[in-house]
């Protein structure tokens, strides 16, 4: 199916840099997530030239770990370690193209009159690795602080040579899912390889013919000799002039010796240059250290396994060297320390370190990390709720005759002409607006002719796009290996359909139309069709797109959204944000592993329903964590939890705030569209209740859009009959519906839960 999306489209280019696009401005619901990433990258960063952050990112002359991907390299951006290529001693001075804390782009925008202002630098921080080093935003409504970021940028430790000073190239190379190798090599025949993976306990740089020197930012005060963990492996303890202490190991092969002291403040050199030696760095002094140390992961390889409602998955790391706990030392986040076997949890070691936004990571030593999670199989189709007492949709008389009245007013519509718009991302949600009354119209009022006209008119829509006939038709783009709109590929305009053309929210898109596609089948299938193999390798390809299982499908990356290391997906795209990726919508997130659940269920495919299942029970256990907070999470900082909700999650910062506005309804709102049978196993009915009795429920009278809708409609997960007789109110009003609501699925859903 792939090579009917192949054709000569124009491939994706500059991808970074490209002038501001106007952003849009609506204030209709439908469209006020149609702002430019990118706009809102230059707001948080308005007083960064883009030069600065084209060479910031590109440069060869220093790699700073904390820089790259962190869903690639997980802890590195803790430890703010790096590998850097020195150019001509500076010595106090920092590279010329290195942000100043002033310069990083990390706090937000203030809104005025005038427009967005650049932020005031925040206060000089230390680099210490830890929570003490974050910046928090100025306290809002709700007593909470509306942001907060990790200063980046500070270099605490960065690897190197001498053998650079006269330049150095730069190569990638084995990306994986989890893992990349990094080549940094000199103008003569030295080089260092540096394998980064996600959890990595140490930065392990491979150092071949070179003389090796450590650079740091913030000033080196000492750097001593330690007693020895193993033969053949030498320690040294470095103290920085933040009060920091980090560790180095030295593991030599054929004999060899080199001897590190200090060159000046900010310099620690070796006495020779080195072959086929290992270097290692880690923050701290846990004696952890000793007993992993001349030991560094070279890959990983993800496995799950399903047994009826239970799941284990896990991450085996293959290792290089040899150490005396006969293992390496990987650190976990959180939510996976919680669900870990007794096997990987017996692992654990006190090493502990401060993430950017995830908590405090524990260190384990082990080569594997086996989590297990319980599976959540019985949601369907069907309205679904975890309130106690729930077991099965039922409807009462009146309830029926309400929703009757509400169907009969939208399934005529002309849903062809309706989605017939520039973008899947909008498409998709009237499309899957219409599902839901379609499967409302079947299986609930069981209206024969209701049924037979929304269904071919569905169809009718949905077929455009199986047909790849919209306005933006998709393409297969071969750089990355993805569906692609080819929307802004010739221009470069990354605001069009929210930037799915460098594969911005693949997940939030294809999750709508995929769910549609599956309604539409299941009803069709019920009526004797066979509709579904129509379709089946567009939904299948959409699928592969987001979500590719393995490494043998050569057209796609492996989960490209997903990451089972974080516990959640990322959205952003192709395009640099100084942040790192980011999602601003947790439920639209969570909603695509539904939409292939359901498809799973229409093409008979077990082990698809089985990823499916295990995303969501993933997703509810991070998402529970990072997202939405409870008033009894003990992980994310405590000034922030009282926001309920994250905002936009960055890997280096949470806002909360959206790229469409600063209503408390935005924010919160868009981490509930679109409410569905399962929404319920991730918003848990004792966090909506918290979250609406603290800071809704006084905000939604002054609430008159489509913005009402949703919140109101989120109620249904802890109050479904306050949230039915809204609903089925005489004062109800259709400007509360959002353009990817329909009243009918709103009592429906309500009603369902509610008996």
């Not at 990571?361 to 309205?383: Q, R, V, W």
């Not at 922030?640 to 999650?649: D, K, M, Q, R, T």
């Not at 519906?737 to 009918?744: A, E, F, P, Q, R």
Request: with cysteine.
């Amino acid at each position: 199916m792939t090579s009917e999306f192949e054709h000569n489209a124009a491939k994706v280019v500059a991808l970074r840099n490209r002038a501001l696009i106007q952003a849009a401005t609506s204030k209709d619901a439908a469209t006020r997530r149609n702002y430019e990433r990118l706009l809102l990258e230059r707001r948080l960063a308005s007083d960064v030239k883009e030069k600065e952050m084209e060479t910031r990112h590109r440069s060869v002359g220093r790699l700073d770990l904390v820089e790259l991907r962190a869903d690639e390299l997980c802890m590195l951006q803790n430890l703010s370690a790096a590998f850097r290529i020195n150019s001509p001693p500076r010595k106090l001075k920092r590279a010329s193209h290195a942000p100043t804390a002033a310069q990083a782009p990390t706090q937000l925008p203030q809104a005025t009159s005038q427009g967005y202002l650049p932020p005031p630098p925040p206060p000089p921080q230390p680099d210490v690795p830890s929570a003490k080093r974050r910046v928090y935003g100025e306290t809002n409504e709700e007593g909470a602080a509306s942001y907060f970021y990790a200063p980046a940028g500070n270099m605490s430790l960065c690897l190197g040579s001498s053998d650079f000073d006269a330049g150095a190239s730069l190569k990638l190379a084995n990306l994986k899912k989890m893992s990349i190798d990094v080549t940094v090599a000199s103008k003569s025949a030295g080089s260092f390889t540096a394998t980064l993976v996600q959890g990595m306990g140490f930065v392990s740089a491979v150092y071949n013919d070179l003389i090796p020197e450590i650079h740091s930012g913030v000033g080196i005060k000492s750097v001593t000799g330690d007693t020895a963990p193993r033969s053949g492996t030498d320690k040294y303890k470095m103290v920085l002039n933040d009060g920091s202490t980090w560790v180095m190991y030295v593991t030599f092969s054929d004999n060899q010796s080199c001897q590190f002291a200090l060159k000046d403040t900010n310099h620690i050199i070796g006495s020779n240059s080195i072959n086929n030696c290992v270097v290692q760095i880690a923050c701290g002094d846990d004696s952890a250290y000793d007993r992993a140390a001349a030991c560094y992961p070279t890959s990983v390889t993800l496995s799950a396994s399903v047994s009826g409602s239970s799941a284990t998955y896990a991450f085996e790391y293959a290792t290089s060297g040899a150490s005396n706990n006969g293992t390496t030392i990987m650190y976990a986040m959180p939510h996976q320390s919680d669900s870990f076997t007794s096997t990987t949890s017996g692992a654990k070691t006190s090493a502990t370190l401060d993430d950017t936004v995830h908590g405090v990571m524990t260190a384990y030593l082990t080569n594997k990390f086996e989590m297990s999670e319980a599976l959540t199989t019985g949601i369907g189709k069907d309205p679904w709720s975890a309130i106690s007492g729930f077991s099965s949709p039922s409807y009462s008389d009146s309830e029926l005759s309400a929703i009757k009245a509400a169907a009969a007013d939208e399934y005529n519509a002309d849903v062809y002409s309706y989605t017939n718009v520039d973008s899947m991302y909008t498409s998709g949600k009237i499309l899957d607006k219409y599902a839901y009354v379609l499967y409302v119209c079947h299986y609930v009022l069981k209206d024969s002719a209701k049924t037979s006209t929304l269904l071919a008119s569905l169809k009718k829509a949905i077929e455009r796009f199986s047909g790849n006939s919209q306005q933006y038709p998709l393409c297969y783009e071969t750089n990355w290996g993805g569906i692609c709109s080819t929307g802004g590929m010739s221009d470069g305009n990354t605001s069009i359909d929210y930037g799915n053309a460098f594969y911005n929210d693949h997940h939030f898109h294809y999750g709508y139309h995929i769910h549609a596609a599956a309604l539409c089948a299941l009803v069709d299938a019920d009526l004797g069709g066979s509709w579904a193999s129509s379709v089946k390798d567009w939904v299948n390809t959409l699928v592969r797109d987001v979500a590719n299982p393995s490494s043998d499908d050569s057209h796609f990356p492996v989960f490209r959204n997903f990451d089972f290391y974080l516990g959640h997906s990322v959205a952003h795209g192709i395009t640099v944000y100084a942040d790192g990726k980011d999602e601003e919508s947790s439920s639209e997130d969570y909603n695509f592993a539904y939409a292939m659940k359901i498809w799973a269920s229409v093409i008979n495919d077990a082990n698809m329903s089985n990823r499916a299942d295990l995303m969501l029970a993933i997703s509810k256990r991070a998402m529970n964590i990072y997202f939405l907070y409870s008033q009894d999470n003990k992980v994310m900082p405590s000034r922030f939890i009282g926001n309920y909700c994250s905002g936009i999650w960055f890997e280096n910062k949470i806002a909360h705030t959206t790229y469409f506005g600063t209503n408390i309804e935005y924010i919160h709102g868009i981490h509930m569209l679109p409410i569905t049978p399962v929404s319920s196993l991730i918003r848990g009915p004792t966090f909506v209740k918290e979250e609406w009795e603290n800071v809704l429920s006084s905000k939604i009278g002054n609430v008159t859009d489509g913005w009402k809708g949703i919140l109101m409609l989120n109620v249904a997960l802890y109050d479904p009959a306050s949230s039915y007789n809204f609903f089925s109110g005489s004062d109800f009003s259709t400007n509360y519906l959002d353009n990817g609501m329909s009243k009918t699925w709103s009592l429906a859903y309500t009603a369902a839960v509610n008996n």
